[in-house]
């Protein structure tokens, strides 16, 4: 108001001095001569002109105060006309902020973007491995068996996809959560009979906090021994899978989506380290390793085989992950080297004992990946994987370890643990052409043998037990392989509206056992294409 009223008392003050400037002049006669009329005039114009000038200018002081006094904290007035602080995050700038998506909305000064696709997915498989849209790789039937002469052919909707990232910074702290599920969970063994009524699963559901050079992460998310396309971020379009339709990813890629407590420090924007925490699962595999005979009971309890969810794991899986970014002439580079450590550990009483004995054992495993963008539309990317007892990070292909007998008299016996050594290898490339995007990938899983005889067994020959020894079940794989093709083609791509993509994935997959029988096949052998049409929301 006392603004408004200085605003008032400029404007009346100029017209009265106008009014005086250009009044009649009341002296002698001589003076209405027409020359000095046109002197008095123009002096009055001058004058009038000094006063308009002078007017502007106190105007434009005011305005700016009135500007300066009001673009501090946004002010409300309340029922009683006294005003008071309004919330942080007020309307005006909730509408100049841009919207990272047109579906995107905010509450208070968070965030909410929901997203996802709806799939319709088609695979056809030369023999029939029992999967659905994850393939079973470790499961691919023989030629000698009657699933390796009969195909098999699955459309489904189940791998559509939904998710929600929610942001927000709170004073110097930056918050990021985000949840992604889909419906291919553990289905009724009816499902695609008549009703097609698939689980809904949860993929991944974690909260990401950044302060300073910190951030930290803990929920379900990929875990940090999952290759990346760019630093250490936890969303799933910063990791180098491929861009193929297989729900379990592809062969050679390590990775597990579990618990995980994540700390990393970013030295700078282009190098980073990450320490984490995650689930751990003595795992052996379905049957793939063979337990001493005296100790069989007592053994299947404490590890997993693909059955259970109730295994004594120790500790934490340790996952520490470098990762350094750079950026040339327009190509991305990207390079990353960690290590994990592992453990299992048992308890037995041994034969000829009557106390309980403990055995533990730690394994240790060594990683790296690389991607770089060779031009603008071509770039290539690889990871390796080597160490023990990380077979359970190869999609849980391979065990994690054995237990081996040892005899301490002549009819006493005890037990320990013996880690499985295991390896992975992918190499690939992507390409983009206008509208479609093509890749090209090869990996591998690699179980090294861990075999022994079993002095516990009442026969008089002693089988070889552990995994990959001699009358081994087929299933105890050496190795597996996949080759493929993949091709993403964009049909139409709206901001506002999404876009729709054929997803296509031609593979070829062989597996191969440690041990095979007089007359049987050596290898496994697959071929698999999927076909997805996929609207993706903006």
Same mark, same amino acid.
Request: glycine content about 10%; aromatic content about 12%.
């Given at each position: 108001?006392?603004?408004?009223?200085?605003?008032?008392?400029?404007?009346?003050?100029?017209?009265?001095?106008?009014?005086?400037?250009?009044?009649?002049?009341?002296?002698?006669?001589?003076?209405?001569?027409?020359?000095?009329?046109?002197?008095?005039?123009?002096?009055?114009?001058?004058?009038?002109?000094?006063?308009?000038?002078?007017?502007?200018?106190?105007?434009?002081?005011?305005?700016?105060?009135?500007?300066?006094?009001?673009?501090?904290?946004?002010?409300?007035?309340?029922?009683?006309?006294?005003?008071?602080?309004?919330?942080?995050?007020?309307?005006?700038?909730?509408?100049?902020?841009?919207?990272?998506?047109?579906?995107?909305?905010?509450?208070?000064?968070?965030?909410?973007?929901?997203?996802?696709?709806?799939?319709?997915?088609?695979?056809?498989?030369?023999?029939?491995?029992?999967?659905?849209?994850?393939?079973?790789?470790?499961?691919?039937?023989?030629?000698?068996?009657?699933?390796?002469?009969?195909?098999?052919?699955?459309?489904?909707?189940?791998?559509?996809?939904?998710?929600?990232?929610?942001?927000?910074?709170?004073?110097?702290?930056?918050?990021?959560?985000?949840?992604?599920?889909?419906?291919?969970?553990?289905?009724?063994?009816?499902?695609?009979?008549?009703?097609?009524?698939?689980?809904?699963?949860?993929?991944?559901?974690?909260?990401? %906090?950044?302060?300073?050079?910190?951030?930290?992460?803990?929920?379900?998310?990929?875990?940090?021994?999952?290759?990346?396309?760019?630093?250490?971020?936890?969303?799933?379009?910063?990791?180098?899978?491929?861009?193929?339709?297989?729900?379990?990813?592809?062969?050679?890629?390590?990775?597990?989506?579990?618990?995980?407590?994540?700390?990393?420090?970013?030295?700078?924007?282009?190098?980073?380290?990450?320490?984490?925490?995650?689930?751990?699962?003595?795992?052996?595999?379905?049957?793939?390793?063979?337990?001493?005979?005296?100790?069989?009971?007592?053994?299947?309890?404490?590890?997993?085989?693909?059955?259970?969810?109730?295994?004594?794991?120790?500790?934490?899986?340790?996952?520490?992950?470098?990762?350094?970014?750079?950026?040339?002439?327009?190509?991305?580079?990207?390079?990353?080297?960690?290590?994990?450590?592992?453990?299992?550990?048992?308890?037995?009483?041994?034969?000829?004992?009557?106390?309980?004995?403990?055995?533990?054992?730690?394994?240790?495993?060594?990683?790296?990946?690389?991607?770089?963008?060779?031009?603008?539309?071509?770039?290539?990317?690889?990871?390796?994987?080597?160490?023990?007892?990380?077979?359970?990070?190869?999609?849980?292909?391979?065990?994690?370890?054995?237990?081996?007998?040892?005899?301490?008299?002549?009819?006493?016996?005890?037990?320990?643990?013996?880690?499985?050594?295991?390896?992975?290898?992918?190499?690939?490339?992507?390409?983009?052409?206008?509208?479609?995007?093509?890749?090209?990938?090869?990996?591998?899983?690699?179980?090294?043998?861990?075999?022994?005889?079993?002095?516990?067994?009442?026969?008089?020959?002693?089988?070889?037990?552990?995994?990959?020894?001699?009358?081994?079940?087929?299933?105890?794989?050496?190795?597996?392989?996949?080759?493929?093709?993949?091709?993403?083609?964009?049909?139409?791509?709206?901001?506002?509206?999404?876009?729709?993509?054929?997803?296509?994935?031609?593979?070829? %997959?062989?597996?191969?056992?440690?041990?095979?029988?007089?007359?049987?096949?050596?290898?496994?052998?697959?071929?698999?294409?999927?076909?997805?049409?996929?609207?993706?929301?903006?």
């Amino acid at each position: 108001m006392r603004l408004l009223e200085k605003m008032c008392f400029v404007v009346l003050a100029s017209g009265l001095a106008l009014g005086q400037a250009t009044a009649p002049n009341s002296g002698s006669a001589g003076s209405g001569s027409v020359a000095d009329e046109l002197k008095a005039l123009r002096e009055a114009i001058s004058e009038q002109q000094k006063q308009i000038s002078q007017q502007q200018q106190q105007i434009q002081t005011l305005q700016q105060q009135l500007v300066d006094k009001t673009s501090g904290t946004p002010h409300v007035a309340d029922a009683a006309l006294h005003t008071a602080p309004m919330p942080v995050a007020a309307t005006v700038v909730q509408e100049t902020e841009k919207k990272e998506s047109p579906l995107s909305f905010r509450i208070g000064g968070t965030d909410f973007t929901p997203g996802g696709f709806v799939d319709f997915e088609n695979v056809f498989r030369t023999t029939n491995s029992g999967s659905n849209i994850a393939t079973g790789f470790g499961s691919i039937p023989y030629s000698n068996t009657v699933q390796g002469h009969l195909t098999e052919f699955r459309s489904t909707g189940q791998y559509s996809r939904y998710n929600l990232k929610i942001s927000g910074k709170y004073g110097a702290n930056n918050v990021l959560g985000y949840i992604e599920g889909d419906f291919n969970g553990n289905d009724a063994a009816n499902v695609f009979v008549t009703a097609n009524g698939h689980t809904n699963r949860l993929r991944l559901y974690w909260l990401d %906090l950044k302060r300073g050079k910190w951030e930290f992460l803990g929920g379900s998310t990929w875990g940090l021994e999952t290759p990346n396309r760019v630093g250490l971020s936890p969303m799933p379009s910063d990791l180098a899978l491929t861009i193929g339709e297989d729900a379990n990813v592809h062969v050679g890629i390590p990775y597990t989506r579990a618990a995980e407590f994540r700390a990393v420090y970013h030295f700078s924007d282009k190098f980073q380290w990450g320490v984490a925490l995650q689930n751990p699962e003595q795992f052996v595999g379905a049957g793939e390793v063979i337990f001493p005979f005296a100790f069989n009971a007592a053994l299947g309890p404490q590890f997993d085989a693909a059955n259970q969810t109730s295994t004594p794991n120790v500790f934490p899986d340790i996952i520490t992950k470098l990762a350094a970014d750079n950026d040339v002439n327009g190509k991305h580079y990207h390079f990353e080297l960690g290590g994990m450590l592992t453990s299992a550990k048992i308890t037995n009483v041994p034969i000829g004992g009557t106390q309980f004995d403990h055995h533990s054992k730690v394994g240790a495993s060594f990683f790296g990946a690389a991607n770089a963008s060779l031009s603008k539309n071509f770039r290539v990317l690889a990871n390796a994987n080597w160490g023990s007892g990380n077979g359970r990070y190869m999609i849980g292909l391979g065990p994690q370890a054995v237990v081996f007998p040892i005899q301490t008299g002549p009819a006493t016996f005890n037990i320990d643990i013996s880690m499985v050594h295991a390896g992975a290898a992918h190499v690939g490339a992507e390409a983009t052409a206008k509208n479609s995007l093509f890749g090209f990938y090869y990996g591998g899983f690699y179980f090294q043998r861990n075999a022994f005889a079993d002095v516990t067994s009442p026969l008089v020959v002693k089988p070889t037990i552990g995994f990959g020894g001699i009358n081994s079940p087929n299933s105890a794989n050496r190795a597996i392989q996949e080759a493929s093709f993949e091709w993403t083609q964009t049909f139409w791509k709206n901001p506002q509206y999404g876009a729709v993509l054929l997803v296509t994935q031609a593979s070829y %997959l062989t597996r191969a056992p440690w041990f095979v029988a007089l007359g049987a096949p050596k290898n496994a052998h697959l071929v698999m294409g999927f076909a997805s049409v996929r609207y993706v929301l903006p």
